[in-house]
């Protein structure tokens, strides 16, 4: 039975892509270039400063531009986190439903702990997380691991008796080696040519609901 809920962040627990996309139109309106359309951006949502930057710009991270981009982004959006951000539509129902059932839940993500806290105090749900494990709290960022290890172990819960559920084949990966069950949220930012089925997970949903039918797991 799964005594335990872990949730990626961007594209999982939260629709981030708003205000990620906001920050990088940002910068692009600052470099006369014309704002990306929020569908354009949305698939590269999860894959934070690298993959937007790469989008918006065409550049990788050892640019010489790329130190600067990244900072004039991550300044917008550090003050511009939680404007257009929000819940996936059912999570707080999840969330409810976990809690009501004594189930403790807790974040798992590769955003910053300087921009995972006041994303999830801004959304109010930082203190009812039993556990928030940024990129940066273990020595690793998933796929590695050691991140889902430690939210484990901050709940007092065996890996194998957490359920995780990403939207990138990281998470599942990271959950595989960590020994948790995991789902894809196929709600979130998820190319269309990505062919789920090879990410090897537990299973996927369409919705955050859908996942009470898989804690018996």
Known sequence: ??????????????????????????????HALPPLPL????????????GLLKL??????DAPDYPALRLAFLDYYTAHICVHTTLFPGMAQLIEVLEQRGL???????????LTLPLMQALGYAERAGCLVSGDTCAHAKPHPDPLLKAAEMLAIAPERCLFLGDDIRDVEAGRAAGTKNLIARY?????????????????IDSPMELIAHLAL
């Open 188 to 204: 979130g930012y998820i190319a269309a040519q990505e062919d789920l089925a090879a990410w090897q997970a537990d299973g996927a």
């Open 104 to 114: 403790p839940w807790g974040i798992v993500t590769n955003k910053p702990h300087r």
């Open 39 to 50: 569908e354009a951006i949305r698939p590269q949502a999860s894959h934070g400063s690298p």
């Open 1 to 30: 039975m799964i005594e335990a809920v872990l949730f990626d962040l961007d594209g999982t627990f939260a629709d981030t892509a708003p205000d990620l996309a906001a920050a990088l139109n940002h910068v692009r309106t600052r």
């Open 56 to 61: 918006g710009f065409g550049i990788t991270p």
